[in-house]
């Protein structure tokens, strides 16, 4: 009897010794690895590559990474922090924020009527419509009146849907941002106390 065990008996043992903790655990260590080889060529940077052409090619300074804990528009105005923030969203796989917010920004900057046209299906299609690619979470009041400024779009056709989302990151993502690994390892490369450029 005892060696006669079923398929599924032994299916059932090999699934009670895998706890969910131990899964957390490894998506966990997952998650750490894919920003730390994101950020690898980024930290790699050395800080006297800087030029007056090109003053952001150097690390944060701890005053920038700083600056990054008090406020999310302190750090999505910050090159180097909103990339930070960029990965640290891929880990949670959830950058469709950052992406629709930028690409909003970048909506908001078109003059020519044909531009604001073209980017405003481009969007829609991208982000709102059902089934989109990189679907953001809207209501449908929202989507509703987004469809509709598409007949003729203006620079504020997306503002509403920009509110809703950066609102949704600031109480959401952000916190874990700032109580994340990723930004305890940046405070420690602004303080050059870092080995993550190391292989």
Not at 24 to 52: C, D, G, H, I, Y
Not at 54 to 72: E, G, K
Not at 101 to 114: N, V
Request: charged share 25%; aromatic share 10%; hydrophobic share 35%.
């Amino acid at each position: 009897m005892r060696g006669n065990l079923s398929a599924s008996t032994v299916s059932m043992a090999f699934t009670d010794c895998i706890k969910p903790t131990d899964l957390l655990l490894e998506k966990r260590a997952m998650t750490k690895k894919n920003w730390r080889n994101r950020f690898r060529v980024l930290l790699k940077t050395n800080p006297s590559q800087t030029t007056p052409k090109n003053p952001t090619s150097c690390r944060p300074t701890v005053d920038d990474v700083n600056q990054w804990a008090q406020s999310l528009d302190k750090l999505l105005s910050h090159k180097y922090g909103k990339t930070a923030f960029c990965v640290f969203l891929k880990s949670e796989f959830c950058e469709e924020n950052i992406e629709f917010w930028t690409a909003c920004e970048d909506f908001k900057k078109l003059t020519s009527r044909r531009a604001l046209v073209s980017k405003a299906n481009s969007i829609y299609k991208e982000f709102i419509q059902s089934e989109a690619p990189k679907e953001i979470n809207l209501d449908f009041q929202t989507k509703n009146a987004i469809v509709q400024s598409l007949k003729d779009p203006t620079s504020t056709s997306f503002q509403a849907a920009q509110k809703r989302v950066y609102n949704l990151m600031e109480n959401n993502s952000y916190p874990r941002f700032i109580s994340s690994d990723l930004y305890s390892e940046l405070c420690a490369v602004a303080r050059g106390e870092s080995k993550l450029i190391k292989p």
